[in-house]
């Protein structure tokens, strides 16, 4: 059973999320602010957290900055705010997902299952080794010619997604909603803005590209 912590202020809310993940399957802890979600974060342990931005005594990304130096499971915010720079900003900060309020129950699941997955390595894929860089999914680590290369969140769920599929064309729409969620399908600006960023840290020639490539229109291929 998956422990989750549900952050919000908004008490039925916090209700409403606390018995329809219940009936899910998930072990629920709540927190009312981002002070008692920092202190249960460390003392719960949860697998994956909930998290609204408006919080009363701190903001959702000055919580996320306190838990990403430790807390390496999935990080879902759930917010009233729809404008793309906060979710940009929300992404960046370390958040795995973005919902925005009001939301379908059915698919907020749907997205903690998808999170869930995503953080979890594949048997016998754990370590994916190229001949500049190496991805360790178990550890969620990169290292480039043995030095530990630090990734955003959004990074790491990007080239996870990519090296799982050594060799295959891995589509625009299906990186778009395994990252960042369906909402953002239409989204690819996204996608070139961080796989320069990833090519930049990762690869010995940004320019010339050897093991993240563009599939012009279509999307994007690793090559080990």
Same mark, same amino acid.
């Given at each position: 059973?998956?422990?989750?912590?549900?952050?919000?202020?908004?008490?039925?809310?916090?209700?409403?999320?606390?018995?329809?993940?219940?009936?899910?399957?998930?072990?629920?802890?709540?927190?009312?602010?981002?002070? *008692?979600?920092?202190?249960?974060?460390?003392?719960?342990?949860?697998?994956?957290?909930?998290?609204?931005?408006?919080?009363?005594?701190?903001?959702?990304?000055?919580?996320?900055?306190?838990?990403?130096?430790?807390?390496?499971?999935?990080?879902?915010?759930?917010?009233?705010?729809?404008?793309?720079?906060?979710?940009?900003?929300?992404?960046?900060?370390?958040?795995?997902?973005?919902?925005?309020?009001?939301?379908?129950?059915?698919?907020?699941?749907?997205?903690?299952?998808?999170?869930?997955?995503?953080?979890?390595?594949?048997?016998?894929?754990?370590?994916?080794?190229?001949?500049?860089? *190496?991805?360790?999914?178990?550890?969620?680590?990169?290292?480039?010619?043995?030095?530990?290369?630090?990734?955003?969140? *959004?990074?790491?769920?990007?080239?996870? !997604?990519?090296?799982?599929?050594?060799?295959?064309?891995?589509?625009?729409?299906?990186?778009?909603?395994?990252?960042?969620?369906?909402?953002?399908?239409? !989204?690819?600006?996204?996608?070139?803005?961080?796989?320069?960023?990833?090519?930049?840290?990762?690869?010995?020639?940004?320019?010339?590209?050897?093991?993240?490539?563009?599939?012009?229109?279509?999307?994007?291929?690793? *090559?080990?």
């Amino acid at each position: 059973m998956s422990r989750v912590l549900v952050v919000d202020d908004d008490v039925q809310l916090l209700r409403a999320l606390r018995i329809s993940l219940r009936a899910a399957g998930y072990e629920v802890v709540t927190a009312p602010d981002g002070t *008692t979600a920092l202190r249960e974060a460390a003392t719960a342990h949860p697998d994956l957290i909930v998290l609204d931005l408006g919080l009363p005594d701190l903001d959702g990304t000055e919580v996320l900055a306190g838990l990403r130096p430790w807390f390496t499971g999935p990080v879902l915010v759930l917010s009233a705010r729809a404008d793309s720079q906060d979710k940009v900003a929300a992404l960046d900060a370390g958040a795995d997902d973005y919902v925005t309020k009001p939301f379908d129950m059915a698919e907020l699941l749907a997205r903690l299952r998808a999170a869930v997955r995503r953080g979890a390595a594949e048997p016998g894929e754990a370590v994916i080794t190229t001949d500049h860089f *190496t991805v360790d999914l178990a550890a969620k680590q990169v290292t480039v010619d043995g030095v530990a290369v630090r990734l955003t969140p *959004t990074e790491w769920a990007l080239l996870s !997604e990519l090296v799982r599929s050594p060799g295959r064309l891995v589509g625009q729409k299906q990186l778009l909603q395994s990252v960042w969620g369906p909402a953002y399908e239409r !989204e690819t600006n996204y996608l070139r803005v961080y796989l320069a960023q990833l090519r930049r840290k990762l690869e010995p020639d940004p320019a010339h590209p050897r093991h993240l490539h563009t599939e012009p229109g279509m999307g994007y291929r690793f *090559t080990p």
